[in-house]
T-cell receptor, first 113, second 114 residues
């Protein structure tokens, strides 16, 4: 059974701080990794994708991937109250198609003003 | 460009009834996948269609079925509804080729079974 694990939270950080969200996955053959943000009552929205080991930066967001440790993380710098949402880690396994992502249950982030 | 459109947005059904949900993908996207989201289980994959063929299927009972039409629009059907089927049903579309194009989600259909 392929699994993606995330701390459910809630993770609470003060405004302006760095929020660190973590994700581990069980399938060593996984090849694509995504972070989705989901506001309460809304659908998931893609915010980051990463495919190779190392860091990938996009604005205030940095995704980190370590395939040897089967670990993906998302850093949010200068956190804002508008970043308060549930963050979902999603993994595409080798041989899987784009439509068949395996999701973690999400980490709820709360940014306090 | 228009996003993924799901209809209806909200549904209330009675136990034992059946329901059909509809999804129109982003123009040019040939893959449509369906997910069920509940507070306890999170996002769970139901099935994926590509060019009118079911390409992958999750671990759900046969009461859950789907299809895709030649214009890539997709429908999902749940028969003999149970209380536990109450959930947010999300449709996502993608180009369907390679592994560099993640799916985009529609706004979902909130199904309540009473």
């Amino acid at each position: 059974q392929k699994e993606v694990e995330q701390n459910s939270g809630p993770l609470s950080v003060p405004e302006g701080a760095i929020a660190s969200l973590n994700c581990t996955y069980s399938d060593r053959g996984s090849q694509s990794f995504f972070w989705y943000r989901q506001y309460s009552g809304k659908s998931p929205e893609l915010i980051m994708s990463i495919y190779s080991n190392g860091d990938k930066e996009d604005g205030r967001f940095t995704a980190q991937l370590n395939k040897a440790s089967q670990y993906v993380s998302l850093l949010i710098r200068d956190s804002q109250p508008s970043d308060s949402a549930t963050y979902l880690c999603a993994v595409l396994s080798y041989g899987g198609s784009q439509g068949n992502l395996i999701f973690g249950k999400g980490t709820k982030l709360s940014v306090k003003p | 460009k228009a996003g993924v459109t799901q209809t209806p947005r909200y549904l209330i059904k009675t136990r034992g009834q059946q329901v059909t949900l509809s999804c129109s993908p982003i123009s040019g996207h040939r893959s449509v996948s369906w997910y069920q989201q509940t507070p306890g289980q999170g996002l769970q994959f139901l099935f994926e269609y590509f060019s009118e063929t079911q390409r992958n299927k999750g671990n759900f009972p046969g009461r859950f079925s789907g299809r895709q039409f030649s214009n890539s629009r997709s429908e999902m059907n749940v028969s003999t509804l149970e209380l536990g089927d109450s959930a947010l049903y999300l449709c996502a579309s993608s180009l369907g080729k390679g592994w560099l194009n993640p799916p985009s989600f529609g706004q979902g259909t909130r199904l309540t079974v009473v």
